[in-house]
Every structure is written in C-alpha cells, then in structure tokens.
C-alpha cells in the first residue's frame, strides 16, 4: 500500500486497523447509551429487600420497646445518599431511618437502609432497603486461581489464571498452562484472553 508515494509494509496496516478497532470497541463501551449495550452501568433503583424463607416461617412477638429510638433524620439522609430509599418509603411518615451500611465494593456492592415502620396498631416492623451500586467502567480486580486435572491415556493438565482486569464487560484474563499425555508428552503455553460477559 502507498500512501504520499511512500511504501507501507502490510503489518503496520493490519496492526493499524487493529488499534483503531479496539480504540472504537473501548469509546463504544465507555460512551454508548445503555439501550445500546447488552449490559447495563445504569444506576439501579432502590427496592426492598425480600426476607427469607427461613425467617418467615417463624412466628413474630411482641415485647416491650424502648422508650425513644435513635434515628437518622429522612430528609438528610436523602440528601447525602440519593436514591437509596424507594418512594414509598419517603412518602411514609411513620418510616424513619435506622441504620445505613455501605456495602463492601464487589459485583453486587451497593447500599442498605435498615427501616423502622409504626404500624397502625403501634408496633414497630423493621425492613431492609437495598440500592446496587453502579459497577465502574475501569476495575483492579484481584482474581487468581489454579487448575488441575486428569484425562484419559496419561493426561494430566494444570492451568493457572489472573483476571487482572476489567473495562467495561470486558475481562482480560491471563493464563499459563502446562500438560502431558502419553501420545505427545509434556506441552507448556500461555495465553491472553478478553472475556466478555453479558
């Protein structure tokens, strides 16, 4: 290929075109409308959470509570944690706000809410309101393992792998791998992986 009568060799277009497309690939993870993607960095809404079966099954009872309760005031905790509690739970007066714990960054991070209700008859129920947390685009992740194993005809396989990164759904994954059978012997390799989860 000539371009400004000056010859270009072939790898340097193939790798060109390579950059470029991964380039594309990255801006359109990063900067895509969520409609657009097969997964979603859309902030989630809050929702109550659903309690267990186990705890359903046992029976409630009343005892005497406290004479005052501690809580967090609404109105400022709505400001200083948008979005964490749902509608309803802003529109109930008798809702109060008890505890709020962020949970530890991860895949299902988020915040939870511990609320306390008056019910109409003057008790109070306890519930839990969860809002997930939106996944950053760029992650460290510290992911690390070992694979072994064994086939038929002598075959015995041993891998390891590092999920070093992630951008966006894509996970870059790192292997190293060694096996060895009775037809071919010993073989040792490794390789580099993008993993796309959706």
């Given at each position: 290929?000539?371009?400004?009568?000056?010859?270009?060799?072939?790898?340097?277009?193939?790798?060109?075109l390579?950059?470029?497309?991964?380039?594309?690939?990255?801006?359109y993870f990063?900067?895509?409308?969520?409609?657009?993607?097969?997964?979603?960095?859309?902030?989630?809404?809050?929702?109550?959470?659903?309690?267990?079966?186990?705890?359903?099954?046992?029976?409630?009872?009343?005892i005497?509570?406290?004479?005052?309760?501690?809580?967090i005031?609404?109105?400022?905790?709505?400001?200083?944690?948008?979005?964490?509690?749902t509608?309803?739970?802003?529109?109930d007066?008798?809702?109060?706000v008890?505890?709020?714990?962020?949970?530890?960054?991860?895949?299902?991070?988020?915040?939870?809410?511990?609320?306390?209700?008056?019910?109409?008859?003057?008790?109070?129920?306890?519930?839990?309101?969860?809002?997930?947390?939106?996944?950053?685009?760029?992650?460290?992740?510290?992911?690390f393992?070992?694979?072994?194993?064994?086939?038929?005809?002598?075959?015995?396989?041993?891998?390891?792998?590092?999920?070093?990164?992630?951008?966006?759904?894509?996970?870059?994954?790192?292997?190293?791998?060694?096996?060895?059978?009775?037809?071919?012997?010993?073989?040792?390799?490794?390789?580099?992986?993008?993993?796309?989860?959706?």
């Amino acid at each position: 290929m000539k371009w400004k009568g000056k010859e270009i060799p072939a790898w340097v277009v193939k790798w060109g075109l390579i950059a470029l497309c991964v380039i594309a690939a990255l801006v359109y993870f990063r900067y895509a409308k969520d409609s657009w993607k097969p997964w979603t960095n859309a902030p989630q809404p809050a929702q109550q959470a659903q309690e267990s079966r186990v705890v359903e099954r046992i029976e409630r009872v009343l005892i005497p509570g406290p004479e005052r309760v501690r809580v967090i005031e609404k109105i400022k905790y709505i400001e200083k944690v948008p979005g964490a509690l749902t509608p309803a739970t802003i529109a109930d007066n008798t809702a109060h706000v008890i505890a709020s714990v962020v949970i530890p960054p991860s895949g299902s991070g988020g915040t939870a809410s511990a609320i306390l209700r008056t019910a109409s008859d003057g008790v109070g129920v306890g519930t839990i309101e969860y809002k997930p947390a939106v996944p950053p685009f760029f992650a460290i992740q510290k992911e690390f393992g070992v694979r072994a194993g064994m086939g038929t005809g002598g075959l015995v396989l041993g891998e390891l792998y590092a999920r070093p990164l992630r951008i966006g759904p894509v996970t870059v994954e790192v292997r190293g791998f060694g096996k060895r059978d009775d037809r071919s012997g010993a073989d040792f390799g490794a390789a580099a992986l993008a993993d796309w989860r959706f």
